[in-house]
Nanobody
Framework: QLQLVESGGGLVQAGGSLRLSCAASGRTFSSGALAWFRQGPGKELEFVAGLSFEDTNTYYSASVKGRFTISRDNAKTTVYLQMNSLKPEDTALYYC?????????????????WGQGTQVTVSL
């Protein structure tokens, strides 16, 4: 059974950076796709970034494109979300999630396994 564990969240000032990690336990990320989602206070769950484990394509929401970078290690044990130029509106609980299909989609309901989330808080 695949389990996902997020880490790396914290409190930073606007303009700062954080790197989130999503580690697989039970098995490695052998196939499919992984995406980061976030849910801010009083907001709906939203897609942030995603990648396929079978190609080099990455995908980003318009709100984070150019600031965030999703990547994976060669062993497919960890996926990262490098978050630069953070803004207060980036404050949210960040989740990583996976699906069996290699096609990255933005709908949370399409993802089968979810981590517990890691909190990112960006202050002014």
């Amino acid at each position: 059974q695949l389990q996902l564990v997020e880490s790396g969240g914290g409190l930073v000032q606007a303009g700062g950076s954080l790197r989130l990690s999503c580690a697989a336990s039970g098995r490695t990320f052998s196939s499919g796709a992984l995406a980061w989602f976030r849910q801010g206070p009083g907001k709906e769950l939203e897609f942030v970034a995603g990648l396929s484990f079978e190609d080099t394509n990455t995908y980003y929401s318009a709100s984070v494109k150019g600031r965030f970078t999703i990547s994976r290690d060669n062993a497919k044990t960890t996926v990262y979300l490098q978050m630069n130029s953070l803004k207060p509106e980036d404050t949210a609980l960040y989740y990583c999630a996976t699906r069996a299909s290699r096609l990255v989609v933005t709908a949370a309901r399409s993802f089968d396994y979810w981590g517990q989330g890691t909190q990112v808080t960006v202050s002014l």
